[in-house]
């Protein structure tokens, strides 16, 4: 299993970055990271919970960050690296590893700027971008390869929009937000008037407004408001092949799972949870702390602190509760058969 | 709220483009659209419907379009443009603006295009967008940046093909459409023959047909047709990430709301409305002026006129009914029970 | 109805591609192809099936290959090309003309190709394509216009990478592998930690490996592992719109319909048929063989060779049987309270 390639560190480098103490071969190298059920030579894994400790001795891995509390001995087949949270250890180390991947700087051979659009200090815009005029891109941020960015658009610093990610006309974009390849944020919001010979386009002259540390996943579509904006609050973050429809405005630090649907002026509170592939009627309110099952269809307004579950959507307990007896209705059915004949039985008696 | 950025107008200009009366200030200046609920400075809004008449002499906007029967003084806070209805003056207006937003002519640097394509009459085609052999684009057609256009594409008159769409070999787009960005039109239907050894490709030759007047959205699939044509008719207009598998043919001015998915060689008349998160199995006919709410899965014909939820989908009003004491199964259960109890009772007098 | 442009054959040539015999005109000219329920002049198609026979001497086609056994005449309207088995044959000369439709060699003007890629011999790789430091593409790969490539990334021989599809930094792809546009392989997995200020972002550094002839259509999104690698195994098939989450494993041979979705770190076997717009939770075990009918929502491990509908999914006959019963509750309802009303009768008694 190949991962993190191209690292090459040893145990004490490793351990320096951790505050970590070395039981075994300072010299250790390292030169990947492998899940601790599938470890390879000359890897690196981490054991944080007791229920893995069976790994330890056992795993091919040729370096192991362990908390202390797992351990027993002096001495193990692989070289160990003692710490308080072997978890909380790992993930500082992988923000290391990610960060000393570098960034890149500069435009592109191959890339198109608009005279009038601006680049902010060490932003990084790859090859066969389209920079419109007036668009404007904050420091430090990374414009991959393929990207194309409409007329007026505003990016903050430090965000990451991903090859093939298109951000139309006079968009906004906070700061440290990332958004992932295909995704496109300011296409027209779906709004037509039926008319005897078919829908008239009813034009959609807003924007899109996305607000800091946003993080929005591949192959979504974002719409443009009729008139103001769609808003996509602070902290919020995005999975992929998700519809936001036109005028939606959803608050601070929800997580939204993949291929879920937002119809068209709904609003929605902070720290919610909704997952996969729900759909949620235009219109409504949802409020704050809600969480709403997988597959669940959203019809009408949510209170705070509920957790939904179904199509239409009801509470959870009560649809799993429903649910059973539907799994049952065979047997019910029976029952009332039974019921029914002993009553005309009695009938007849 | 940002909207309509750089727009500059005065309330009299606004005024004689829909035939208002003014009452106030002829010179207003309008810099920005904000709906009424959150207007701003400088601003236009509308208000057409008495329940919102309270946002007179309130809103923040500088100038309001107002439905005159609406009106009853002669003095307002705000300048207001009196018009007949406030809503089609609003929309005339929108449309206004957005054709004054102007259409790009001529090819531009960096664009791939094939010496056997044709490019019509003042048409555009952006930077890094390629067009194969033999490809024709249709007088004042507007290709965005980054599309592909396949071998032998036609496009009609007046499209707007946003950036990154790509439209495979051989694919007809009619008059007047619109295809957003990331949506693929053409791409191989998906079908196997399944062999001991594994699943074997059949090749997938034939093409799709868009008819005029089509708006497609963001990140849709719509597949080429094995043989023959995938045919979406004059007049529909389809939302985001929709699939549309191969051979389907879609009738006239039907509505398909976003996430919907319609497996191969489904047939669909005129007129239908399909709701989001929809699926309809292969291999069946749907009628004319169907409405089919969202997240339901057709698996068999549907007549004209008729109204389908659930999965498998039956009417609505069924559905409906039967969710009610779906979700009181728990209760009625209950009362089996006690019939059952009270049966025993009987019994055993 | 277009289809299969720009061919241009005599009977006799098709009838030597399949060995077939000819009853009619030697000469006839075939420019294109048709599904037999809607024959052009000059189209060929074909008759496999007995209840197809009525399209003998009404089909508007010239040419129709068909199965001996279903002949009973020396002469038809048509000119026929008598075969073992139409459906066969027909497929074969499906094969072959796509093959004549010739491959594409070398690096087209405005592609970005960095100094340590390498590009097999024979590979195409169109304009607008950018291949990053360190990428490999094998032998014969056709790499269309406007992909994007990461670093270090590793594609087989004989693939086909459509334009638009972006393939993230350290992916391997292997041999025979077809990748439709706008698909995203390697975007980041959805992990973040919450924390009382937001969510913080877990690194994301595993890859995606897809094995030997893989299909993969178009805007699917398929994430990177957070540590070790997604995998989706030889021979297995996808449609479009799908999402497989990080760490998910697939095996072989599976085929995956349109808009299903894969949470985070399943494990799914070998030859199962997933249908459109199911889902799929998070860390459980799909064996082999399993059918799950469209729309399901399977929430927990599925044994070899089971059939699921529903959501969340049960025994697909299960479901059936209790959805009769779903659609007649409110009959069940009037029962139950008739036995209520004859019970109370026989207390009153």
Redesign the interface.
Known sequence: ??????MEFTASQIASFIDGKIIGDDNALITG???IE?GETGHLSFIAQERFSHYLDTSNCSVLIVSENILTKNNYTQTIISVKDAYLSF?VL??L??EMQGRKEGV???A?IHDTAVVGDKAYV???T?VSEKAKIGEGSQI???V?IGK?VKIGKNCKI???A?I?D?C?IGDNC?I???T?IG??G?G??PTA???K???Q???V?IED?V?I?????I?R?T???TIIG??T?I???I?I?H?VKIG??N?I???T?I?GSTIIGDWNQIG??V?I?GHIKIGNQVKIQ??S?VTSNVNDRETLYG??A?SYN?YL???V??????E??K??NN??N??KD??NE
Chains 1, 2, 3 share one sequence.
């Open positions: 299993m190949l991962s993190l390639q191209n990271v492998s899940p599938s993930q992988m923000n590893y990610q592109e051979d191959g198109s790859g090859a066969f389209y991959y390869p393929q194309y007026g991903d090859s093939g298109r139309y006079y906004i990332i992932h390849s295909n496109v296409g027209d779906f037509f008037q010979d078919g829908f386009k009813i034009p002259l807003g924007n407004i540390d993080e996943g591949s192959n979504c579509s719409d408001a008139i103001g904006s602070k902290g973050k999975d992929n092949l519809q429809a005028n601070q630090n997580v799972a993949s291929q649907g119809a996969g592939q759909g009627v997988a597959q269809g199509s239409p009801i009560d509760r429903s649910y007896h539907f799994r049952n209705l065979p019910l059915v029952r009332i019921l029914e002993n009553s009695h009938t």
